[in-house]
């Protein structure tokens, strides 16, 4: 069973830096996008930053030249490097990747999610 685990989250002050890792286990055929999502306490989830297998990236607006999604497709693992953190960047950040784990089946899978808190 395909499991997404996150790690990296915390506590830091505004200004700072942090890096969320996501590690994919279980059987995967192919991994086909890996992404960012994060919800505000009393909001949305809403999208982060995506990345293709390809490597092409997207993007919300508000983390645009402040965060920096990366994968490494021989670890099935994607990153998430943020900078210039904000308090309104404080939130649960989950993991979500579409996954083939056989040939002919492809499913949508999310983490556990990791609590980043910015604080001023």
């Known amino acids: 069973q395909v499991q997404l685990v996150e790690s990296g989250g915390g506590l830091v002050q505004a200004g700072g830096s942090l890096r969320l890792s996501c590690a994919t286990s279980g059987r995967v055929f192919s991994i086909h996008t890996m992404g960012w999502y994060r919800q505000a306490p009393g909001k949305q989830r809403e999208l982060v930053a995506h990345i293709l297998r390809g490597g092409t990236t997207t993007y919300a607006d508000y983390v645009k030249g402040r965060f920096t999604i990366s994968g490494d497709n021989a670890k099935n693992t994607v990153y998430l490097q943020m900078n210039s953190l904000k308090p309104e960047d404080t939130g649960v950040y989950y993991c979500?990747?579409?996954?083939?784990?056989?040939?002919?089946?492809?499913?949508?899978?999310w983490g556990q999610g990791t609590q980043v808190t910015v604080s001023s």
């Open positions: 979500a990747a579409d996954i083939s784990p056989v040939v002919g089946h492809r499913s949508y899978y």
